[in-house]
Every structure is written in C-alpha cells, then in structure tokens.
C-alpha cells in the first residue's frame, strides 16, 4: 500500500491522544489516546497522553476529534481489470482514505469478471502496489456472472475471495442458487446477493408510484425486491448457507429480514447510504446521478431503514460506490446508467442521521465498521488492544460543501453534489501509516 508515513515514522511508536474514543463494539465512549506499535493496536484508554509517551514516540494530538476504527465498505467498483476509464484502485482507494474507509469489498463485475483464482491473484498484487487501502475481492458467484454454472468457490477462497457475489446482478433460477448456497456452505463462504427480480423489474428506472407516474418513467414495484427475497430465505432455510442481502431498500423486505433472524437463519443485511439519506423526491428534475439499482424509494421507506438501522436489524451500510463517465450519465433519465460514487461521503452523509438524533454515532459506526468485520470475519473495524490500527480520526461538526471537482474519484457522479455536509475526516491510517491526511 502507498502511504505517506516514512519508513522511520513507520516503525517507531506512533499515538493519537487528546481524542474521544468511540467503540463501535460496546458502543460506548471515552476519552483518551490510541498507542499503535508495529502496525496494530497495543494500548488505548485515558492514561495514553503526550506527557506519558517516551520521547522518540510520533505523536498526533486530536483536539478532541473522535477517534474510532476505519470503515469497512461491503460493495465498492474499483475499475480493475477492465474498466480504468472509470476507476483505478489508485484513485478508488484515494477516495477511500479521504472518506475513513480503509477497506474496500472489491465488486467482481469487472472485465474480464472475478471469477477465476488467476484474476483474483491480479487484483490484490494490484492493490498492494498501487493501493492507498487495503483492497479485498469478492469473487463471482456464478461463472461470467451469468447465473448458469456455479464459480469454483474453494478454489476463488483459497486464492483470497472474501466473499461471492454476482454484484448488480441476481440469480434467476432458484435451482442455480439452490446449488449456490449448497456449495458455498460446503466452504462456509458468505453469498452476498443483489434482489431485484429482473424479469420483475424489466424495463424499470426508478420507484413504481405516483412520482413514477408525474414523471412519466416506467417503474420498479417493491415486490421486485421482496420475491426474491422470500425465495432467497426459504432457500437458506433449506441449505443453511451464510446469506447477506446486500441492499434492502423496502419496509417489506426489513419485515422479512425480522422473520429470518427469529428464525435463527444465518442471514444478515445491508443497505446503501443513498437510501438512507435520499429518497425517490430527489430525483427532482430527472437527475440522472440519482438514477440506481436498486432505485431510491419512498420517505415511508427510507424513514423505516433508519429505524432498522437504529433497531440493529440492518447490519451494514456501504457506499454502493459505482463511478460512471459522463457519456453514460449525461442521457435522458430512462437512458442514463445505474449507479454513483460514495467512498468519500460515506461518513458525512451517514453523520446526517446522527445530527438529525436518528442514531447515535457508535451506532453509525458499527453498521461501518465492526458488524461489517463480524460479517467477512475480518480481523479489523475495532478499537481493542491487538487488533490492526486501522483508525480514523474526523470532526463530527465541521460544515462543507460537496464539491465533485474535488473529490478523488475518477468520475464525479456524486448524488450529493454541491450538497452541505458535516463531518470530514482528517486522518486515516492503515496499518499504523497514514494514508490521508486533510490539508
């Protein structure tokens, strides 16, 4: 990874004191100091200060910022291999370290797709050489993404796969993912699957309703996303493979997340910040930024998400980070491509729901970091002695204006564009090394 600590910061004793400590974990808060050797986390608490450091020790004094582990961001386009018109994990993973996320679920929907252990082998030497961050794969879950012939699931994790999904793309035969999650629980893998019933949704650019209607667009019905979820539940009743929606957007389907985890079925969920922040009124005069997979809903459907996200029932939020040139996204709506970049304004725009009393930050920052690390078994997204000091430090409250020129991603399709925020981050380290650092 590049960083830009020098080697001889790199290995000496490194802290950051003076900073409210927010642990996602206990969900509990304190204030005091991070003390990193070696890249992890050896001591944190209140007795970590200036005055108690040997003198050779690099020390950062955070003014009172909070201090909190980096984020950990399920579903990320990084344009490599095949797509760097788009997005390189170069420029992918500066836009990370700028936004707190210091790891990135890498998508396989790249060209050729990841599918094959040889592919996956490319992009972590990718990610090693020329990433900010670290870059893990989530290899296909069938093969070319077709939904027809199952991908070779040992042999993609032993290569590093982290997890298998056929990204924007559903599997349409039940049989085919019968067998999926079959396979995939004979190597405990995790399947993390898009819901949205193609054949349902046909020829679909935004939400089914009266808006849809005004604006004369063809619309998406929430049961799109809710039959294939209810199939998806009683196929993992049926095989007991590990399950992750990856994006619900609909009351309904928390309602059927609420039955499975009653259940006690192996089955976790997400949901992207730009439904929990937007709704399907942004749109507003056919903004095509704003056109996404699955598309934005109803308040009455976002108000619900925040409430399961407060409730603990959604699992995880990502950034659904989908950079898109302009010749695909300047077209008239219904034309217009699916997606948006979100690396960098994750936390801000998640911190909006703090500010407005939705949740509370430990809360937020549990669905970033530690729940998604529970999820792929990851060893980081914690604040606790011995784990990787992957940490961020950032100022809940300080006020700026989005500006895409600015941003670090190849492609400027923010849905947040010249919109206010609160809340930058001004550190990112991972490993111990800084990889951003605000001017």
């Not at 910022?65 to 291999?81: K, R, T």
């Not at 093969?143 to 349409?172: H, P, Q």
């Not at 039940?174 to 349902?200: G, S, T």
Request: glycine letters at 8%.
């Amino acid at each position: 990874m590049n960083t830009l600590s020098s080697p001889a910061i790199a290995h000496q004793p490194f802290a950051l004191v003076n900073g409210r400590l927010v642990d996602p974990v206990l969900k509990k808060e304190s204030f005091g100091g991070v003390l990193v050797i070696d890249g992890m986390i050896r001591d944190l608490g209140p007795e970590i200060a200036a005055q108690t450091l040997p003198s050779h020790a690099h020390v950062i004094d955070c003014g009172g910022d909070v201090v909190a582990p980096g984020l950990i961001d399920f579903s990320a386009f990084v344009g490599e291999p095949g797509a760097e018109h788009r997005e390189t994990i170069a420029t992918a993973s500066a836009a990370a370290a700028a936004g707190g996320v210091t790891t990135i679920i890498a998508r396989p929907d790249t060209n050729p797709p990841i599918d094959d252990p040889a592919v996956v082998d490319f992009l972590l030497r990718r990610a090693r050489d020329t990433g900010k961050v670290r870059v893990l794969p989530a290899a296909a879950l069938t093969r070319a993404l077709k939904g027809v012939d199952i991908a070779e699931v040992g042999l993609l994790v032993e290569a590093g796969a982290v997890a298998f999904t056929d990204a924007a793309r559903s599997v349409r035969n039940a049989r085919v993912m019968r067998r999926a999650m079959a396979y995939a629980k004979d190597f405990d893998a995790l399947i993390i699957h898009h819901l949205e019933d193609p054949d349902l949704a046909s020829e679909g650019v935004m939400n089914e309703g009266e808006l849809a209607l005004r604006l004369g667009l063809p619309g998406i019905p929430r049961e799109a996303e809710t039959i294939m979820l209810e199939r998806d539940m009683r196929l993992v009743a049926l095989t007991g493979a590990r399950y992750h929606a990856a994006i619900v957007s609909t009351a309904a389907s928390l309602d059927i997340i609420r039955r499975a985890k009653a259940a006690g079925l192996p089955v976790t969920c997400g949901t992207s910040i730009n439904h929990l922040t937007l709704n399907e009124n942004d749109i507003g005069d056919y903004r095509t930024f704003l056109k996404l997979a699955p598309p934005l809903r109803h308040e009455d459907d976002r108000r619900a998400l925040v409430e399961a996200l407060a409730e603990g029932l959604v699992d995880v939020i990502v950034s659904d980070h989908n950079p898109q040139d302009v010749e695909t996204k300047r077209l008239p709506f219904a034309e217009a491509e699916n997606g948006a970049i979100g690396l960098e304004t994750i936390l801000s725009a998640g911190l909006r729901l703090v500010h407005a009393g939705d949740v509370t930050l430990p809360c937020l920052l549990a669905a970033l970091s530690s729940r998604p690390a529970e999820i792929l078994r990851l060893p980081q997204g914690r604040l606790a002695i011995g784990t990787p000091a992957d940490l961020i430090r950032f100022d809940p409250d300080e006020p700026y204006v989005v500006d895409p020129a600015k941003l670090h991603s190849r492609c400027k399709n923010t849905p947040f564009d010249e919109a206010r925020m609160q809340g930058r981050v001004k550190l990112t380290l991972v490993a111990g090394e800084i990889v951003h650092q605000a001017e």
